[in-house]
Structures are given as structure tokens and as C-alpha cells.
């Protein structure tokens, strides 16, 4: 393999190893932004988007960081899911399966719904590094099993869903029982204000780093609207699927209640269908989360658990049932598809209703695509929007026209020019309609 741009981190040579295994070759940006400042000591504030590469920006310069003679706790990683805090303690065991012998960096994940005894037999021997949910971190610090006043690093990955689900103040116990000097890294897609006062408590002059997305979702993902009119919906959605025939799918909807009802309609329709959401107990959706991983479902429901931080390798395809109600939620949904350069198609069906939705996720910069599924093949349909199009149209030439109407008196070629300026104006609006 080619030599990798992280040369210039001056990684140790066994993270170097694992980054060429990684077959990572150019840092992203906000890894070439961050790397940095995180191996010189420093708190960080990561804003950036699903899938731009923020969990290695922050694990590669902690594991170069810990002293693996030490043996105490030097890192805690804390993520607001089960799922997600697994993935990132996979991530993790990836970099320091390459450690030297002598020199080893041990990791735990503890997350709840897992067996706490266990937890506590673990902890005879304090890790370098803690990656988990902040309830069980938080639990295991009072039962004074697990050390975290020896860590100086703290990571809050996926903040603002922290605080959503309202585990910011199990995070906020955490860092209270780390040492003042601690170096606070945290990601976030977006900075809420009520994120603010946790930030400002615990981060001094923090670097503050935003990637601007170049455009609201991936490049490679083609954005589809396709009309309910008055079909049978759960027909419609099987349909769809039949005929898009998925590597892997994720149907989307909002409630667990739907999620249920439309996975067990589908299977009464002969698909095989994976189900994830928080209704699921932590037994079943570790089970369901490795079937997944296993390709053992071409289709998956799913609410929005699955549609922040959570990698499923292979998404070709992402279909909302059901718009969110949070239209920041449509861009975590349809980031499960077209990672790391593939492609991938987010087709919504949509009602009337719909349409306010649909007119902001416009304006938020997505570009849709208008399609119908007729006896099994996809068909081009005008714009969705076309009848407000042309009434905003003649909305703007209504003024000129209303004019010419006036019986006042007018200048000498007032007439003549009027007409070439409503042209001029139908003109500029065909250009428009062509973009």
C-alpha cells in the first residue's frame, strides 16, 4: 500500500500500522483540523457532520497519548447508545490490536442492559481506556469499582443527542470526578444553546472547530419523491422495495408502535425484516445490531435510534415511511447511505401534508428527484411542486400585466416597452425552471 498522508502526525509506529490496515490514506478534515491540537493537550469542540470521520480524529491522538506502563484509567469515552458506545469500543480494538507485547493498552465497554457483576470483575484491573453509556460509567463510579480520577481525557461524542435523551447530567457527574485539569473533547452535528453552560463549566478557551458540510448530505446520494395519491401505503412500501431490490435497506418511520406494525405487515408479505428501535431490550438489540452485521436482513425497520452515529456497513438504500417531525433528523437518516464514496438512494413517500416539510428540506439545500412506481418500473415524474411553481410564476408577471391594464395617462412608448420587459421576465423564469 501507498505511504499514508498521517505520516505527518508522527503517530507511533503500531497506530501507523493500524491506520494502513485502516487502509486510511488522507486525513479528512476534520481529523487534519483536530489530530493536532488534541496531541498538544488541548479541549476541543468538533462540529461536523455524520460520516466525516470525527471518531478517529479523536481516538487516534488519545491511544498515541496513554502511557500503557500506567496502570490506571487515562481515557473515558462516553456516547449516548448502546450501539454507538460498542462501535467506537470496536473501533478502538482495532488500533491497539497492533500494540507491541510489552507495551499493551487495555479498553472495556460498559454499557447497560449488560450483566453489572461482570462489569465489576473487570474492574479488579482498571483499563487504560472506557468507552460506554454515561448511566453505566456514572453507576460503576459510585459502586467506587471504577477510577476515573486518574483520566485526563474526557471524549462527549454526539452531544447534542446527550442532551436530548438527557444524559448530560450523568456526563456532567463523570467529568465532576475527573481531575481540573482535564482535556474535554467534544462532537457534536450541532452546538444547542442549552448545550452551552455544561460546555462553558468545563472547557476554558476551547479550540472550536466546525466542518461546514460542502453540501447537507453526501454527494453520491440521490434524494427521491414519490406520491402516495390514494394507494394502500404498506402496498406502496413493498412495492418499492420488490422493485429497488437493496443490498441493505432501512425503512424509517417515527414511532416504535409503527415500526412493529409495518415489520410485521411486511412479513406478512413474505420479507424477511430486521427490527430497531428502544422498545427492544438490550438482549435483543445487541442480537439484532449482530444480524445485522451478519447480512442475515435485506430490510430493517428502524426509528431514529439507527439514524445518529450508528455504522451499518452496506445501507444502499433509505426509505422514510415517515418524514421526521425534526427535519435535522431527514440528514442523520439518509447518512446511513452513500458512506465512505459508494452510492445510495433516500426515496420518501409523501402525502399532502407533507409538502411545508418538503419545501424546508428544499430550501436546507436537498435536491429531489420526482418519481412514481408504475407496474414495477420506475417512472420521471414533473416536479412535485410544479402547479406552486407556475403560480408563483404568474405571480411575478401578474404586476406587469396588471399595468398594461391602467387607463392613465403614459408616456410615449410606455406600451412597448412594458411588453418587452414582461418577456424579459418570462424569459429569465423559463432559465430559472431549466436549473
Not at 117 to 146: F, S, W, Y
Request: proline share 6%; with cysteine.
Amino acid at each position: 500500500m501507498k505511504e499514508t498522508q498521517f505520516e505527518r502526525f508522527a503517530f507511533q509506529p503500531f497506530i501507523m500500522e493500524a491506520i494502513k490496515e485502516l487502509r486510511f490514506y488522507k486525513p479528512t478534515e476534520i481529523q487534519e483540523r483536530i489530530i493536532p491540537s488534541i496531541l498538544r493537550g488541548e479541549s476541543v469542540i468538533g462540529q461536523s457532520q455524520t460520516g466525516t470521520g470525527k471518531t478517529h480524529a479523536y481516538l487516534l491522538p488519545i491511544i498515541e497519548k496513554i502511557d500503557p506502563e500506567r496502570e490506571a484509567v487515562q481515557a473515558v469515552i462516553t456516547a449516548p447508545t448502546r450501539e454507538l458506545a460498542t462501535q467506537i469500543y470496536h473501533e478502538v480494538l482495532k488500533i491497539t490490536k497492533f500494540c507491541p507485547s510489552d507495551r499493551l493498552i487495555t479498553a472495556r465497554c460498559f454499557i447497560g442492559g449488560t450483566d453489572k457483576q461482570k462489569a465489576l470483575e473487570k474492574l479488579k484491573i482498571q483499563p487504560h481506556i472506557v468507552v460506554g453509556t454515561p448511566g453505566r460509567i456514572n453507576d460503576l463510579i459510585r459502586e467506587q469499582a471504577l477510577n476515573v480520577h486518574t483520566a485526563t481525557m474526557l471524549v462527549v461524542d454526539e452531544a447534542d443527542l446527550m442532551l436530548d435523551m438527557g444524559f448530560i447530567i450523568d456526563v456532567d457527574q463523570i467529568a465532576a470526578r475527573m481531575p481540573k485539569e482535564l482535556q474535554m473533547l467534544v462532537f457534536s452535528a450541532t452546538i444547542p444553546e442549552k448545550l452551552r453552560p455544561f460546555l462553558k463549566k468545563y472547557m476554558e478557551n476551547p479550540k472550536y472547530v466546525h466542518v461546514a458540510p460542502k453540501q447537507v448530505t453526501a454527494e453520491k446520494i440521490e434524494h427521491v419523491l414519490v406520491p402516495l395519491r390514494s394507494r394502500d401505503k404498506v402496498k406502496l412500501l413493498y412495492d418499492m422495495l420488490v422493485a429497488y431490490n437493496p443490498y441493505l435497506a432501512i425503512v424509517f418511520t417515527n414511532t416504535k408502535k409503527m415500526a412493529d406494525e409495518l415489520a410485521d405487515s411486511l412479513v406478512e408479505k413474505g420479507l424477511k425484516i430486521g427490527v430497531l428501535h428502544g422498545g427492544l431490550s438490550p438482549r435483543e438489540r445487541k442480537k439484532m445490531m449482530k444480524q445485522i452485521r451478519d447480512l442475515e436482513f435485506q430490510y430493517i425497520v428502524a426509528t431514529d435510534l439507527a439514524a445518529r452515529g450508528i455504522d451499518i456497513e452496506g445501507v444502499s438504500h433509505v426509505i422514510n415511511y415517515e418524514l421526521p417531525r425534526d427535519l435535522q433528523f431527514y440528514i442523520h437518516r439518509v447518512g446511513r447511505t452513500a458512506r465512505a464514496g459508494y452510492t445510495g438512494i433516500a426515496a420518501t413517500i409523501y402525502e399532502p401534508s407533507d409538502q411545508d416539510a418538503i419545501t424546508k428540506l428544499e430550501k436546507m439545500g436537498i435536491e429531489f428527484q420526482h418519481r412514481d412506481l408504475v407496474r414495477g418500473e420506475w417512472v420521471d415524474l414533473p416536479p412535485w411542486n410544479r402547479r406552486s411553481k407556475r403560480a408563483r410564476q404568474d405571480g411575478e408577471i401578474a404586476p406587469l400585466l396588471a399595468q398594461m391594464k391602467k387607463p392613465k395617462q403614459v408616456k410615449p412608448g410606455y406600451k412597448k416597452k412594458l411588453l418587452a420587459e414582461i418577456e424579459k421576465q418570462k424569459r429569465r423564469l423559463r432559465r430559472l425552471k431549466k436549473r
